[in-house]
């Protein structure tokens, strides 16, 4: 047995596992009880935008953006709650959609980039937490810093017209250090909630401005 896993089995011993969404102790940070429970709301969808004037060419999403799915998603974004990302983690490794027909078929996943004050104020990339969590336990390749968002927004979420977040959003991500790292590949761009596809489409623009050949994206819910 290797010093890590003797390591990992002490830490897990003396902070034993929790469930984020109902705080019991668990080996895989989902009780059956809440993972029973969400199995009875997701959807576990793919929308082909292929032939849509897009950037990106498809879509997967768990769930639907209402009732227990929402407040969770609120809490992890906005009430200092990080530790949600493993449990929501652990509903993609659970669905054989997302593992065996999805993700398998991408060469890197990639997070929404949040602007560098936000990261500031909030402490963490709500995406990020989880694509990488994602990457590790899937076997893909993993970067941050093909996308930076270069201007500091107003909340997409704070607007409800459609056209609205299309022109908030225009232009604001930019090329990072590591975008060569897409050119050829199929990219997996992840973003919490999918609700008018507009901050997924500008940062599939920018992808496939620098060579990515296919952009899927994925979210926890689609309002």
Known sequence: MSEITILTQIINLIYPPVCGFCSQIN?????????NKF??????????????????DEHFYLFKYKKDIRQNIIKYKFDE??????????LFIRDEQFTNRFIENYDIIIPVPIHKNRLKSRGYNQSELIAKDIAKRCGKDYCKDVLIKKNNI????SL?????????????????KNAELVKGKKVALFDDVFTTGAT?????KVL????????????????
């Open 27 to 35: 080996n895989t940070f989902l009780c059956q009880q809440c993972d």
């Open 39 to 56: 199995m009875q709301i997701k959807t576990a969808t793919f929308d082909n935008y292929q032939n849509v004037p897009v950037f990106f």
């Open 81 to 90: 709650k990080s530790y949600l990302y493993k449990s929501f983690s652990e």
């Open 154 to 157: 107003v909340a997409q979420s």
């Open 160 to 176: 409800d017209d459609k056209l609205d977040r299309i022109r908030n959003i225009k232009n604001a991500f930019v090329c990072g």
């Open 200 to 204: 997924v489409n500008e940062c599939a």
């Open 208 to 223: 496939k401005e620098n060579g990515a050949s296919f952009v899927g994206v994925f979210t926890i819910a689609k309002s």
